[in-house]
């Protein structure tokens, strides 16, 4: 392996541990060295010829100026907790369980210009005339109210402190350390105090090869609650709700000629959640968001590229508005995008998106002594090295099919000195990174023709992620489908209900997958009432196409049939509204293409399916319900899988279902490992077949080349193999 | 016990059998004997002094004038299975998939009058003109179609073979038997033959004492499919399905001036399942039909009456219309109501019939070879006595809250021979109901004071019943429920969401109970959507009443809450769309009034259910979700069970749940037995303290008497004891 240039590896290093920083520099192959939260690096090493990475994030980095600016803080809507009308007069605290020191009332805009009370027992807006909202006490009085019936506000609330800063802060225990404010950025003022710091910070930082943003301007939405078992009141990864404020609003409504009100934003108290199909008219506003958060980011990135340094965004916190799918990112003109990743799917993430030339993994574990709940990580009890190797088993596979520029770490680095099986663990992790990458730049790796189309209500703009990180919500079907196809050596491609409907399919689309509970985003919502989405897929199926419906796939309380697309699947759900109609007596059928290697292969139920006839064909089930069933519809096939959780049979239950539909079982014979634990690429531009093994035992697998000729290996755990 | 009159008892005799007749007769305490379905009584029999019930079913007993009059036989809507478009024409068999058998196309009468066709992708119906039906071909052809839309015909069929002689024909393979068919009683001259019919019988059955109606003149919903796994397309045992046809909707329309639709019966494929919320123009046509029954029914009934024969309506098979909880039931003038009992709801379902003289139960096991699942029970390798202790547990222990008048058997008498202990224990059993009905009759049994409320779509219509019996459809949380309750110390009333709107909360009701899945009949549908019910039941716990929600109480897809009283119940449910909502970390309480001595209470999870706050007390959980939970509104109290399954048990659990709702807790001390496995009920009337076995091993249990007084007492299995 000694060929490949050992470079590309982005070390964090310590002011204070300097040998043992340039010595793992040198062992890991790093050419650039990080700072991170809450270390510093000293001028021995930032003078020590390696490139420098420094952090910075904007909104939160002038508390002073905030302090002297309270007006410019960052706001969002917020519905207060339902009171119940015990006679005509409701007095109601709109602040009340929720965290005050993280939100306080905006008393300054007018009430009645932003806010909205609403009757939740019928739905019905309060009349503006019924309520007032008292300064003095803090309280809105609705009057003529209906006895009984429940009601909230809706609120413009101000946040005092930075969530990121807040969470950092209350978990370490952080004590009389000031509180973070965010700043604003639509302000004028605001931005012109950014830029001044940021032109100060450039100056002051002559080493700095490398600004990384953290990210741009809003952090996605975080409610936090008084009560600590009940703090976490809202929790979004992809959300937009602390972008809303009056200046965004007032602005939108001047572009737009319409106007987003608060219940846009609080949505009944359900927000606007990514998991959950958008409404057009919030599409608009993030699309909105978008465009101020490129053409104000990009003035701070020309200002960072006027002192010669390069600017990369991390692509998590305040990573609102940057959108790195949308059509505006490469108008940042941004060097690098970095994500921080658990699992293959953010690698496929960061590896495709457009309009940057670096992109670059953040792997874990983190150096630091505990893991995200607390297990002891580089602490005594601690296995860094095996965590190292499940994370990297996870990320390794995605960057078998697509490469990244660039890995590194974080943290605090002399953590690592009493772990030397780690040490070395990460010198064979960065020497793989590279030789994989090395056959990429070669070539791209084989792929079974056909492209595979994942259909969510977000579409490309959400490719490769269903919001936040796998163990958030284990739960979305999605999110494991793609994880799974992460390391599949299948092209993937995302599409929406409006893509397939203004574009159509493409003629390379072999098989479509939507998966997911009814009204999610992922599943597509509403968007199954529109009957051109029914007619647009009933014609791909019945022209010879594949269809993959996952959990509540096509689901609408709509008409006669729950499934939209029952006539393709061959199943429906019956909610127990179904429960006096009959249901087909199905008998199994145990052998098939899509569930052999698979005995093991074990999908989550989906209450009620039923079997519509005898045309569809059940091949899994569970406590007698199908959990995978295969239909024809025309030319084309169908598969229908109850649930999906991501695990290595269950992977290769979703390619052979992917090949069958596809009508490509053949496809299964070629470049692909006879050991399900085990996954292959082989590139033909470098001539070279990698063999992986995804798991902690010893496995023998046996790779059938297009020639022909057979390559049987056994592998150590973990390991990997190159032909 | 020998001071009470042995009587009461129907005895099914049978011809060939006369000295086991007579002998079981004795042994036994029959004062009547019937004939059944397949046996008839010798001159022998119905001259040994006894009374003599025999069976008759008008619409299927005159089978050469239905032949005759194929124009007069029953009807009913049927939607076709849907036919995907694949050009602008479609062409549909409405027919296709049902069972030819039982149903032919109504040709004659204008399909363009009653049929519809519908576009179920977009749910529009198609224009009469777009579509025509073709005698010759049978076929329906569409067009102007949208390509890839499905399409349904809603049309009428003519019934050819009458249910229950269908059902026992197929089952015991009668081979060339005719088929009989059921005629529709609203033509004249169906009437007409009837009448004419019925006399003759009355004539030439002078032995004849009770003429027992089976039932009245349609059956409930039943079609059948061709293909044999899936034989049941719809069954359900409460809907009015077989009432439709062309003179009944024309006279519909001429009543009330407006039209039933073919798609008020289809209702999307759904058709109006009793377990569904009925629409309130299916309610009008429900009247209707029950307006119509009463009137010919009459007729019936009097002709009987005539010939000095009494008359009793069997209330299963043809008893659609016969509603003997409507408010019309007491005009037939029927002399008694037989209900053939698995449960004690059912027993209670009888019990509380009103306007007639005698209530009747058919206890099990009916004496066939087997029972329903096929298992044997007077066949080899059954146990018939051990039968008929498990239904006797069921039902006694309903009879000793509400009494009924007789009890009978039904089905070949001989059968009984080899089984001498099922013989003695059926002297037992009746036996001990003549106790029971002796202990009534001196005064009403003890009950705790105020009432408890049963809320559904239907009220009082459906009191003691969610549509056929438990076995059918165990995962009807109220059918638990009532089971439950038909043996507990309790006053029950039932009432629809009309009736607490239209006359308010009775102020003798304690606790009000609603439970179901959304949507469904009893949880109540659109009826949570409606804000006056809201208030209502707001107010009544405000002000000191119990609510008891179970499972998806008050559940509706409406504004910010799932469950309309949330508010009160202090839970919510997350379909899923809550995801990034935070939830209360609540902490289990292990003791409580609710969940004492039942450690093994189980009940069902519902999915999603999560605490709102800290007001809310989680007394039992499984898998991490709270399944017992109780929380306060106002001066009122109230309890979320996520479902019920009836058990000795759970019985246990329910009863203390009532009582802690409403504020009773101290009733627990009273005539309450201290082992949950048994039961008592005391008379003050006859100053008789029953105490019963509901278990099939011994137990011993103290009940505390008003006095203070404390009895305590061992019984054998099954066993009851009288102090």
């Known amino acids: 392996m000694g060929e490949v240039l050992r470079d590309s590896f982005t070390l964090p290093g310590e002011s204070g541990y300097e040998d043992l920083t340039l010595k793992l520099a040198k062992k890991w192959g790093a050419d650039v060295i990080r700072d991170s939260d809450g270390t510093q690096l000293s001028e021995e090493i930032t003078n020590s010829g390696y490139g420098i990475y420094s952090t910075i994030c904007l909104i939160r980095s002038d508390n002073a100026w905030a302090k002297q600016n309270m007006d410019k803080l960052q706001q969002n809507f917020l519905m207060s907790y339902p009171v119940v009308a015990e006679s005509e007069t409701v007095v109601i605290q709109p602040l009340k369980g929720y965290f005050k020191e993280q939100f306080m009332v905006n008393a300054t805009d007018d009430p009645k210009e932003f806010w909205q009370v609403f009757d939740r ?17 803090g309280e809105v009085v609705v009057k003529n109210a209906k006895k009984w019936h429940k009601y909230t506000v809706n609120f413009l609330a101000v946040r005092l402190w930075e969530e990121i800063s807040m969470y950092n802060h209350i978990t370490n225990d952080w004590g009389d350390k000031e ?12 931005q012109e105090n950014i830029l001044k710091w940021l032109e100060e910070w450039c100056i002051s930082h002559p080493a700095t090869t490398v600004v990384r943003f953290t990210s741009m301007f809003y952090n996605f939405a975080w409610f936090w609650g008084d009560d600590i078992d009940c703090r976490s009141i809202y929790s979004d990864w992809g959300s937009y709700d602390f972008t809303a404020n009056p200046v965004a609003l007032r602005a939108f409504e001047k572009e737009k000629g319409y106007k987003m009100t608060s219940e846009d934003f609080v949505n009944k108290g359900f927000y606007n959640q990514t998991h959950n199909a958008p409404s057009k008219k919030y599409q608009e506003w993030m699309d909105f968001v978008n465009c101020f958060v490129v053409e104000f980011g990009k003035k701070c990135i020309d200002l960072v590229h006027k002192y010669g340094k390069k600017a990369y965004v991390f692509y998590d916190d305040s990573w609102i508005g940057v959108e790195p799918y949308g059509k505006r990112f490469p108008e940042f003109g941004f060097d690098g995008l970095i994500k921080c990743v ?3 799917f953010e690698a496929r993430l960061c590896a495709g998106a457009q309009g940057i030339d670096t992109r670059e993994l953040r ?88 492209k595979v189309m994942i259909l969510t209500a977000w579409g490309s703009l959400r490719s490769w992620t269903c919001s936040g990180h796998l163990h958030e919500h284990p739960e979305v079907d999605l999110i494991n489908i793609i994880e799974s196809l992460s390391g599949l050596p299948f092209e993937v491609v995302f599409k929406s209900f409006d893509d397939i409907v203004s574009e159509g399919i493409g003629a390379d689309v072999k098989v479509i997958i939507n998966a997911g509970v009814i009204n999610s985003a992922w ?24 269809f993959i419906g ?36 199905y008998k199994l059928q145990k052998d098939s293409f899509i569930t052999a290697e698979t005995k093991g292969a074990d999908l989550p139920i989906c209450d009620g399916i039923y079997v519509l006839g005898k045309d569809t064909t059940v091949l899994a089930e569970k406590n007698g319900t199908p959990t995978v069933t295969v239909s024809g519809f025309g030319k084309g096939r169908s598969v229908y899988l109850s649930g999906y959780r991501f695990n290595l049979e269950n992977t290769r239950l979703l390619m052979r279902a992917i090949l069958y539909a596809g009508q490509q079982e053949d496809a299964i014979k070629t470049y692909i490992c006879s050991n399900p634990m ?39 755990p973990f390991d990997i193999e190159i032909q």
Chains 1, 2 share one sequence.
């Open 121 to 137: 027992t019928t739905e019905e807006e309060v009349p503006v005339s019924n309520w007032d909202y008292n300064k003095e006490t």
């Open 179 to 190: 509180h973070l404010m965010a700043v604003e950025p639509r302000y004028p003022e605001t």
């Open 342 to 344: 658990f699992s293959g």
């Open 363 to 450: 792997l874990h574990p983190y150096l630091f002594p505990t893991g995200l709940s607390g297990e002891p990580t580089f602490a005594p009890g601690g296995n860094p090295k095996l965590d190292a190797q499940k994370f990297w088993q996870n990320v390794r596979r995605a960057l078998l099919r697509k490469p990244v520029d660039r890995i590194g770490l974080g943290g605090y680095l002399h953590l690592v000195e009493p772990f030397p099986d780690f040490c070395d663990y990460m010198e064979k992790v960065t020497d793989e990174f590279r030789l994989l990458k090395s056959f990429h730049q070669a070539g791209e790796p084989y792929v079974i023709p056909g």
């Open 523 to 546: 599943s597509g919502g509403d968007n199954w009432k529109r009957a051109e989405v029914v007619e647009k897929l009933t014609e791909f199926v019945a022209n010879g196409g594949g």
């Open 550 to 585: 996952v959990n509540e796939s096509s689901a609408a309380e709509y008409s006669s049939q729950y499934f939209q697309l029952a006539h393709i699947l061959g199943v429906d759900k019956d909610l127990g509204t179904k429960k006096c109609l009959g249901k087909y007596a």
């Open 678 to 716: 085990t996954e292959c690429a082989y590139y033909p531009g470098s001539g070279k077949l990698v063999i992986i093994n995804n798991t902690g035992t010893e496995q023998t697998t046996t790779v059938q080349m297009e020639n022909g000729k057979e390559v049987t290996v056994t592998l150590l």
